[in-house]
């Protein structure tokens, strides 16, 4: 049953689902179709770079401007303008004769798919009040995890059946019928746009900076650099960068203007904290997915479909957990992260093992088994962290809040990627035969673990932190109506 009040709550929590499924599956169906794109288009190894990690740099990029500019300007319109993009720029790319325009497609993309991400968090802020809230993010993170699950087969289907040249296309596409549903179902049923009171104005210069740090962070992680010094110099940047923009927001904080990063936000320390719990938990999942798809296809020669289906239970059982976690929530509170990490932490050390010890021949379906218990560790931990962070924001900041986290996330996800995915090749090609893809894949999943570790500190610092009068999202119902009209 889908968390409001009324009607019209339900039909927006639909809304925001069906733009993280839009989203999402464009971003997951990709992957599979990449050997197919490169040799139909002729790309080099540095344009597949781009083309598939571009998405993810303009996707972040685009979050805290959007969040910053919902929260001023009403979400209604940015919504609507970020998928009628999405659905442009993603046709683009489908019927482009050239790397160069698949690639300024896909970051035109990528960019439109944040903006319409910052909206969907602002207004579940929005609309939704303790419990309700907590399952509408919920919701909203089931739907994003099972269409990226359900990408990779899908994708695999596409190229099987129509060809390499036209498959790859037809990956790109897939994702347009849901853009233009969601188009539709948003121009009727979000809610219209709300007024800030008073004369608040953009922090221009705030966001400048902001998305400078924010590129000079995941630009090297995505494009190593060539040399020492070039890595030096991107650290640099983004240190001199972070500086101005402490600076500035201070500045503009002390002559009465609103920062781009409203104080409540940095004041608040289970806001830092839960961030830095899912960076260290978003970091961990993704890499360990993309481990695991590399150390099944490229590792032991298995085919995209089987990898796809190792990984499918994931997507079931986090839908399923992430389902049930409010009643969790309910029950023991914020201890429900702490049971979601541990039961991660136990996953990946189980994977480790699993990896060394299960033969050839059944262990696709070991890995599965792990898969599952991944997949409900995620579901505990995802949406009530997210819950708990974004109740620290204030009402007028909800959709930089949410855009602070998710761009947090992103970040912590392009480190993470670059560095798992270093140590598993590097373990990778030392010893030869079966032994090597093993011992790297055990070893990258002790990484995953030690991330988790991280994040499992962190939250349980959170709670120490939390006042004891602090209402929990399960409590906060008691005391506040489930939805604000829409």
Not at 120 to 126: E, K, L, P, W
Not at 181 to 199: E, I, S
Not at 400 to 421: D, F, K, N, P, Y
């Amino acid at each position: 049953m889908l968390p409001g009040a009324d009607r019209a709550a339900r039909r927006v929590q639909l809304v925001c689902m069906a733009a993280g499924a839009t989203t999402l599956l464009d971003q997951a169906v990709l992957n599979i179709a990449v050997p197919s794109m490169r040799q139909s288009l002729g790309a080099g190894a540095a344009d597949v770079q781009w083309i598939v990690a571009g998405y993810s740099l303009t996707f972040g990029l685009a979050l805290v401007p959007g969040g910053s500019l919902g929260d001023l300007r009403g979400r209604k319109h940015l919504f609507l303008a970020g998928i009628a993009v999405f659905l442009l720029a993603g046709v683009a790319a489908a019927t482009g004769a050239g790397p160069g325009t698949v690639i300024g497609a896909r970051l035109v993309q990528g960019a439109a798919a944040g903006l319409v991400n910052s909206q969907v968090i602002g207004t579940i802020q929005d609309v939704f009040q303790g419990v309700d809230r907590g399952r509408a993010l919920g919701l909203y993170a089931v739907t994003s995890g099972v269409a990226a699950a359900l990408g990779p087969p899908l994708g695999g289907a596409l190229v099987a059946g129509l060809g390499p040249a036209a498959g790859w296309r037809c990956c790109l596409l897939l994702s347009a019928p849901l853009a233009v549903l969601t188009l539709t179902l948003a121009a009727r049923w979000l809610p219209p746009p709300r007024r800030t009171a008073g004369n608040a104005r953009l922090d221009a210069v705030g966001l400048t900076l902001a998305c400078g740090c924010t590129l000079t962070l995941m630009v090297p992680f995505i494009r190593t650099p060539g040399s020492g010094g070039a890595a030096l110099l991107w650290a640099g940047a983004a240190v001199g960068l972070a500086a101005l923009f402490t600076l500035h927001q201070r500045r503009r904080a002390r002559h009465g203007r609103r920062p781009l990063v409203h104080p409540a936000l940095t004041a608040s320390r289970p806001y830092m904290l839960g961030t830095a719990v899912a960076m260290a938990q978003f970091g961990a999942s993704l890499a360990s997915s993309l481990v695991l798809t590399v150390f099944l296809q490229d590792g032991l020669g298995h085919s995209a479909l089987l990898t796809a289906a190792v990984t499918f239970p994931a997507a079931v059982a986090m839908g399923v957990s992430s389902g049930l976690a409010w009643r969790l929530v309910r029950r023991i509170g914020p201890s429900t992260v702490t049971v979601g990490l541990t039961l991660g932490i136990a996953a990946a050390l189980t994977g480790a093992a699993v990896a060394l010890a299960v033969p050839g021949g059944p262990l696709p379906l070991a890995l599965a088994a792990t898969q599952l218990v991944v997949g409900a560790a995620s579901g505990l931990s995802v949406s009530p962290n997210q819950t708990q962070v974004l109740q620290h924001a204030p009402a007028e900041a909800a959709g930089v809040g949410g855009g602070i986290l998710q761009m947090a996330q992103r970040i912590a996800a392009a480190v993470c990627l670059s560095a798992v995915s270093a140590v598993y090749l590097h373990t990778a090609s030392g010893p030869s035969g079966a032994a090597g893809p093993r011992s790297a894949y055990a070893l990258a999943s002790c990484v995953c673990a030690g991330l988790l570790v991280v994040a499992l500190t962190l939250s349980l610092l959170v709670r120490r932190d939390t006042p004891p009068g602090t209402p929990t999202p399960a409590r906060a119902t008691e005391a506040e109506p489930t939805a604000k009209p829409a």
